[in-house]
């Protein structure tokens, strides 16, 4: 079992920035592929990146070149820092953990997800 919190959201003018933070607890967090994912209102939910347990990442388009995942496997923590953000941005951003190794974009893959955090960005 893997317990995941979230945190970082917030309010943030176009073009600014965030970093996300997921804090994992339970098991051993260097043995699961980490995902971010949002959801805006009345859509549904959207692959954003995924680290694989060695690092191994992938971007959903709009974001490549602005979001990085990353994570510090000693502290159990999976980060999604997140600049030049526009108002499409805006969502409900979670993430999740997988046991498997390979690059996972579906969310049933995952199996372990945290409460969410809010971001807004303003125009």
């Known amino acids: 079992q893997v317990q995941l919190v979230e945190s970082g959201g917030g309010l943030v003018q176009d073009g600014g920035s965030l970093r996300l933070s997921c804090a994992a607890s339970?098991?051993?967090?260097?043995?699961?592929?980490i995902g971010w994912f949002r959801q805006a209102p009345g859509k549904e939910r959207q692959f954003v990146a995924t680290?694989?347990?060695?690092?191994?990442?992938l971007y959903t388009d709009s974001v490549k070149g602005r979001f990085t995942i990353s994570r510090d496997n000693a502290k159990n923590t999976g980060y999604l820092q997140m600049n030049s953000l526009k108002p499409e941005d805006t969502a409900v951003y979670y993430c999740?953990?997988?046991?498997?190794?390979?690059?996972?974009?579906?969310?049933?893959?995952?199996?372990?997800w945290g409460q969410g955090t809010q971001v807004t960005v303003s125009s």
């Open positions: 999740a953990a997988a046991s498997l190794g390979s690059i996972l974009v579906d969310p049933p893959a995952y199996g372990y």
């Open positions: 680290s694989t347990f060695r690092g191994t990442a």
């Open positions: 339970g098991r051993t967090f260097s043995n699961y592929a």
